[in-house]
């Protein structure tokens, strides 16, 4: 019963990390239809901020800081992710936003490139290790164990989760994501102003992204350029589980692939772990193409 409980614990931390990246993905296809393949690289971005940022301040962290001084940093890595983001959108994907889907699906390829090459020649390809690492005690539940890092970890990205989906069902501007997400034309002549709502969009799931990145970093302890690239493909995977374009399908989504490849490593070996995902995937969406929580809808022309 421990291993059990040990496992699906494993999986929910990962999940955590899955979620964080996987609404980005979400709520920009909600929105635009987009499936923006740049994302990944944007959690990359996040670390890589991060890191610099932690170096930098690696005189006042120098008698400690720990986990106050990775919240700090966070905060700014957000900021910053965030900002690309929004650079991301004006220049790569608004001027093709009537362009054909396949266009717009490889400007997403080209930027995410763009990312992950601009970040090595700027840092160089090897990994990096993170300046703060987060370790200390850890709590035992019914023989499981969890660190106090990863307890503040989910913490932090429960808190992150929930404020998103109190912003989108509860605000002024959430509304306007979701009536943008049923008929961009109709919002427009009601007076919306749908780029800023999109922008908007861009540089919150960008934020939530180099959050995770960060976190990532800080857990455990390197990072490099091509980082980002499998995990978009998790937390891609994790939306579609979820239902693309669903706020609270998407952390669904997560959850559940952080507890296949939790169970799937402890079964098959962690060589087999992407593989045991993947396969869960393509077998779910035989079953249920429009995921755990979507909807089958109609597209409008």
């Not at 635009?32 to 991060?50: E, S, T």
């Amino acid at each position: 019963m421990d291993y059990v409980l040990q496992l699906i614990l494993n999986g929910l931390f990962v999940g955590t990390f899955y979620a964080l990246v996987a609404l980005g993905y979400s709520m920009v296809y909600g929105i635009i239809k987009l499936l923006n393949f740049a994302h990944g690289d944007i959690y990359m971005l996040g670390g890589f901020v991060g890191f610099t940022l932690l170096t930098v301040g690696s005189g006042a962290l120098a008698g400690g800081g720990g986990i106050i001084a990775l919240v700090v940093v966070m905060a700014l890595a957000m900021v910053a992710t965030g900002l690309v983001g929004l650079v991301l959108e004006r220049v790569a994907y608004r001027p093709l936003r009537s362009a054909p889907r396949l266009s717009v699906l490889i400007t997403a390829v080209g930027a995410s490139f763009a990312l992950e090459y601009g970040v090595a020649v700027g840092y160089g390809p090897n990994p990096r290790a993170y300046p703060v690492t987060v370790g200390g005690g850890a709590v035992h539940l019914l023989g499981a164990r969890i660190t106090y890092a990863q307890l503040v970890m989910m913490a932090i990205a429960v808190i992150l989760m929930f404020g998103l989906d109190t912003l989108v069902r509860r605000t002024r501007s959430g509304r306007a994501m979701r009536a943008i997400s049923q008929d961009p034309r109709a919002c427009l002549l009601m007076g919306v102003n749908v780029d800023q709502v999109i922008s908007r969009t861009f540089f919150i799931g960008s934020a939530l992204a180099g959050a995770a990145g960060v976190m990532a970093g800080a857990y455990y302890g390197k990072i490099d350029f091509l980082m980002g690239f499998i995990i978009g493909l998790k937390a891609f995977t994790a939306a579609v589980i979820g239902g693309i374009g669903n706020i609270r399908g998407a952390v669904l989504g997560a959850i559940v692939l952080g507890l296949l490849e939790s169970f799937g490593t402890a079964w098959l070996g962690s060589q087999w772990r992407d593989v045991f995902a993947f396969a869960f995937l393509i077998l779910f969406l035989t079953v249920r193409p429009t995921g755990l929580l979507g909807e089958r809808v109609t597209e409008r022309v």
